[in-house]
């Protein structure tokens, strides 16, 4: 009879999981966020009047070539236009990058047989499409595909469609590049000719940029043969030009200096803030959570009042950073623009299909410090572009050697964790001043926001954002230096600058606190808000089970905080049980203080598990405590209680998954496969939720 009710929730689940599914959430989706587009529209360059035929687009600006991408955070984008730059060099193609949201698909059965298409495009999630790609996605893979010109799937509208795909998956993920999949499927039915292999690029395995570059070539031989293209020595090209404007004073009104948008810079920012128009917040409080030294975790308030943005307790916050000092300054040194740092640029784009991801006019130092990633991991294929570049013949063979050869380039760059100005340091001190600055636009990614899981509850403080982030400072095997991490560095000199405290860094890190012109002045943060699906039940009395270690407890302190304020107001609250792992209970239980406040709000309903993998003589960890609790988790399950995971993506997320599956089965009697599957049926039907990085 047990299993009965467990099958019958599954059932329902289901049934709505599959509702959900068609619609695509659609009935409930939040609204959509404008980010989704990637930031390519930095400078606000307005999409409006814009045609959206692609045939009609290709045709007036002459080019044979589209590199569609659907991408989140800027890889897709950046391979999209890696390609567009090397069909356009290496085989003459008339190359264009196009976001996939810019066009429609309707009239694709009229693209014409002696061009082709590129779709580069990443999956987010549960196997889902980046927010740009939705359409397209729906569009191709939905029940009918409706085109224009009223040809049924049945005619095989797209047989003169050639295309090229690639995807950017994650292996840690159910759903595998199921994007890219997906979507070649449906081409290949529509009657579309498929040229090479659709590539899969592993973010999970660490191997993305190796399967790119792995991929691309027999791709290229492939497309040469069926466009009858002929390979020449590649000769770079710039996509921008970058002039510089001696007239102008950097500390005129019209000059970028870091401002993400006109209205930022005019000093007339207003809302709607969104993912293409941070609103500059104030950060109300700052403090640490961490006892120990070296290890730095940061607890923050950020207040939204006043600004028209809203959240809802497990959205996120998008932070958008600014690079330290010291690696602008290293940067500046590597490609000898030191000394015109200040300089104005204008920066426009050569071809008309180019967006500049910039907003100009700039200067140096503000491209660097504020819109370009320049800490990033370097890209092997980027570097080569460098060699034609190099100060001296010896750096030149050694930077062809690193292009060339991939277990060299791992030894001396990758495992080492340079970003790509301390990779030219290692190779020489000479500096690069040969290297046009639209090369570096377009191999490196914009400066992108860093998300957080909002940790409080919009119930309880509907104006001030809480975020719980750990500070990114690793010192890696065999590397030489340590690692830091852009955004959390940063966060964490606005808590020492707030607090009054010394200077934050033992590495000698500094930033630009006040943000250009000032703007940033008394502690304030450039952010946006992105709603999420990640979302505690409407009923308050249905139990929850949350399994977050580390900072993945981020979002439950907002659920427990929640959910405390309704016990306080005398609301019947279901059982709360949280798993919480960290390494020792003295040092890095964070929160802890306030759990126990929470704990007298709520009494039994609210249970904490903790597991401290470095306490006891053997490493425990939160799965190993839901093991043991496997009779209090089925239990709960029964009464229909909704599971939520939060954190790391490769090890934990994935064992807890497995562990829940091991535990159905185990507690109802059934095959090992059908707990599995079970845990399927809950995350399709959202009763399931994960919320991991
Ligand atoms: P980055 O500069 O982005 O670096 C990240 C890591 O990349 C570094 O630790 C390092 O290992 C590696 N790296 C950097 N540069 C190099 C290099 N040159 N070579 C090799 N490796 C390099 N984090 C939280 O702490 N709390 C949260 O609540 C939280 N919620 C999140 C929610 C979502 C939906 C997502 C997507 C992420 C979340 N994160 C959260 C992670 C967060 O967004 C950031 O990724 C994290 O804080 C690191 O950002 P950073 O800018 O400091 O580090």
Known sequence: AQLDTLDLVVLVALLV???????KGSYWAAPKDPYASSASTLNGAAKSGKTRDIVEKMDETNKNCVIFYGSQTGTA?????????????????????ADIED????????FPDDKVAFFVLATYGEGEPTDNAVEFYQFFTGEDVAFESGASADDKPLSSLKYVTFGL????YEHYNAMVRQVDTALTKLGAQRIGTAGEGDDGAGTMEEDFLAWKEPMWAALSDAMNLQEREAVYEAVFSVVEDDEKSPEEESVYLGEPTASHREGRAKGPFSAHNPYVAPIVESSELFTVKDRNCLHMEISIAGSNLSYQTGDHIAIWPTNAGAEVDRFLQVFGIEEKRHSVINIKGIDVTAKVPIPTPTTYDAAVRYYMEVCAPVSRQFVSTLAAFAPDEDSKTEIVRLGNDKDYFHEKITNQCFTIAQALQSITFKPFTAVPFSLLIEGLNKLQPRYYSISSSSLVQKDKISITA???????????????????????????????????????????????????????????????????????????????????????????????????????????????????????????DEFKTFQDQMGDSLKIITAFSREGSEKVYVQHRLKENAELVSE??????????????ANMAREVNLVL????????????????????????SGSYQEDVW
């Open 77 to 97: 984008e950046d391979y999209a236009s890696r390609l567009a730059k090397e069909g356009s060099q290496r085989f003459g193609l008339k190359t264009m990058v």
């Open 169 to 172: 998956g994650n292996n840690t």
């Open 636 to 649: 709960l399950l029964k009464q229909k209680a909704n599971f939520y995971v939060c954190g790391d993506a």
């Open 661 to 684: 599956g091991h535990i159905i089965a185990q507690q109802r009697g059934l095959p090992a496969e059908k707990g599995e599957e079970m845990v399927k049926h809950m995350r399709s």
């Open 17 to 23: 999981g599959s509702v959900a599914y068609f619609t």
């Open 103 to 110: 066009y429609d698909y309707e009239n694709l059965d009229k």
């Open 470 to 592: 750990v500070v990114e400072s690793v010192r890696l095997p065999g590397a030489s230096h340590i690692v830091k991490g852009v955004t959390t560095n940063y966060l964490l000199a606005l808590k020492q600058k707030q607090n009054g405290d010394p200077s934050p860094d033992p590495h000698g890190l500094t930033y630009s606190i006040n943000g250009p012109r000032n703007k940033y002045d008394g502690i304030h943060v450039p952010v946006h808000v992105r709603h999420s699906n990640f979302k505690l039940p409407s009923d308050p009395s249905k139990p929850i089970i949350m399994v977050g270690p580390g900072t993945g407890v981020a979002p439950f302190r907002g659920f427990i905080q929640e959910r405390a304020a309704l016990a306080a107001k005398g609301e019947k609250v279901g059982t709360t049980l949280l798993f919480f792992g960290c390494r020792k209970s003295t040092e890095d239980f964070i929160y802890k």
